[in-house]
């Protein structure tokens, strides 16, 4: 990373998931944030609604832990996964990428989903798991519209997560973009939701049919 945190990043071959295993190097003191595993393949990446995420190589799969002293003062648990997705869409951009995000955490191009983010928080650490399709996709998805090696997306990301940029700042951004999500549907206790007449709150949750969301599976 640029100046700043030190974050210390291993390369697996292959690992069931990125995300399950940096869970559980942490949870038995393996690893201490902040830290990054990086897999080539996953056997078993999680995906939306407990769902699996097709994991071929040649794409990104990437889990990182940071300690919340780590991360802006204003940013909340449930403000988390839109704050790491917007900034890896951001960082993109700046290298001429058309991306964009649907709420809460689907990374989109177009009308098709490219990138799928998942976080938890546990005493204090916000995991985070991210799976890109660079160069492989299901039928149903696409891939990264620009030609980036993998570590130089970690790289460049990174060095922006370090930059440390305040939740209302991404928030003020994410604002404008979140009008792309109501053309949507989303699933919301196990039901098909269209985003239409959602209302983004400003902590990243939405108030839909008179009820405030805060994620979707």
């Not at 995000?101 to 005493?123: E, H």
């Not at 039928?139 to 997560?161: G, P, S």
């Not at 549907?185 to 209302?199: F, P, R, Y």
């Amino acid at each position: 990373m640029a100046k700043g945190l030190v974050l210390e990043i291993e390369y697996l071959c292959e690992c069931q998931s990125t995300q399950i295993k940096l869970i559980e190097d942490i949870k038995s003191f393996k690893k201490s944030p902040p830290c990054a595993l990086i897999a080539d393949y996953q056997s078993n990446g999680i995906g939306s609604r407990a769902n699996s995420w097709q994991s071929p190589k040649g794409n990104l799969y990437l889990s990182f832990a940071l300690n919340e002293n780590d991360l802006p003062k204003d940013l909340e648990p449930a403000s988390a996964s839109i704050y790491f997705a917007f900034i890896l869409v951001l960082t993109l951009r700046d290298m001429g990428s058309k991306l964009w995000l649907k709420w809460p955490n689907d990374i989109y191009l177009g009308n098709r989903k490219i990138a799928g983010i998942i976080t938890t928080k546990s005493k204090g650490v916000y995991i985070c798991g991210i799976g890109m399709n660079l160069k492989n996709s299901p039928h149903y998805a696409d891939c990264l519209d620009i030609e980036l090696n993998r570590d130089l997306i970690v790289d460049l990301y990174f060095k922006n997560l370090n930059l440390k940029p305040q939740w209302k700042q991404i928030f003020s951004k994410y604002l404008i973009e979140f009008e792309l999500s109501k053309n949507f549907c989303v699933h919301i206790d196990d039901e098909q939701v269209s985003l239409n007449g959602a209302i983004l709150q400003n902590d990243g949750s939405i108030i839909i049919n008179n009820k405030r969301v805060y994620s979707a599976r």
